[in-house]
Nanobody
Framework: QVQLVESGGGLVQAGGSLRLSCAAS????????VGWFRQAPGKERESVAT????????YYADSVKGRFTISRHNAKNTAYLQMSSLKPEDTAVYYC?????????WGQGTQVTVSS
């Protein structure tokens, strides 16, 4: 079992930056892929970025490529999402997920609001 807790969300102006953290409990976190997802009001949850267990493989949605960076520190049981050049359309609740399929365990989410 893995428990995930996101933090680092908040209100930021367009063009600004935020770093989200996903702290995990459980000894198996380091063996799992981790993903960041987001859900805006009235929209379906979408994948933003994914990182393999070793960090050697990363995936980004086209909408965030070049602006967001996913990373992880397995010794700290933590994953990160560095977000730069934020846009109002990035406003959403951001979730991290982990597990054998990358989506087995979910955090409670953290709100990111980007003002224009």
């Amino acid at each position: 079992q893995v428990q995930l807790v996101e933090s680092g969300g908040g209100l930021v102006q367009a063009g600004g930056s935020l770093r989200l953290s996903c702290a995990a409990s459980g000894r198996t976190f380091s063996s799992y892929a981790v993903g960041w997802f987001r859900q805006a009001p009235g929209k379906e949850r979408e994948s933003v970025a994914t990182i393999s267990w070793s960090g050697s493989s990363r995936y980004y949605a086209d909408s965030v490529k070049g602006r967001f960076t996913i990373s992880r520190h397995n010794a700290k049981n933590t994953a990160y999402l560095q977000m730069s050049s934020l846009k109002p359309e990035d406003t959403a609740v951001y979730y991290c997920a982990a597990g054998p399929t990358g989506r087995d365990y979910w955090g409670q989410g953290t709100q990111v609001t980007v003002s224009s």
